[in-house]
């Protein structure tokens, strides 16, 4: 009984977080939090511009609270907005900007988005990072690229658990481009000491992964 209440209670959140998401897509939204309290529900949203999630005269906390307590039933929810301290290590931040610089600049321009979203990553102090687009970029026939640069375990228990990941999808007029951004943050600890370039030192690299039919 009370594993099913705890498995209801994550799945309300992730249905929550996913709603959001759509709602602030492509406008700094990170994720939310949740806290339960003895007053009710307390609902931080993390972004980069808390202007936009509040909207004008408070009109979109206003809506929010609303869609939280009649369609997601939340006990007096209240909403909080939560600072980014480091945005360019926060995979849904980058994914989501990956995204709206695609859209405003066009998928032909994917290498210099990739490259400077790359270094800005390893800029912010992080131990390795890597992006991976695919779809029809640059052209009609869909293609992966890779961008990496750093240090990034591809198996093991630092890839389960340790580096951060996100996969998002948008559409465009030639189809649906995906995005994956991987993060090894500055605070993990590896436990094979190896030794990495400093991040003034890193060179990204570009690659071509193969095709998707």
Known sequence: MIERHFVNQKLKEFQIQEHIGKIFSKTGYSHIEIKRTPLGENVIIYTTRPGIVVGKKGENIKKLTALLKN?????????????????????????????????????????????????????????????????KIPSARARSWRFSAGYLKKSGEINQSMIHKKTINFTNKLGVIGINVSIITPDIQLTDKTLTLKPEYAKPNLEEIGYKE
């Open 71 to 135: 369609k997601y039933k939340l006990d007096n929810p209240q909403l909080e907005i939560g600072e980014i301290e480091n945005p360019m290590l926060d995979v849904n931040y980058v994914a989501d900007r990956i995204a709206g610089s695609l859209e405003r600049f066009g998928q032909k321009r994917f290498k210099s988005i990739g490259y400077k979203v790359l270094q800005e990553i390893i800029d912010a102090g992080a131990i390795g990072a890597e992006v991976i687009l695919a779809g």
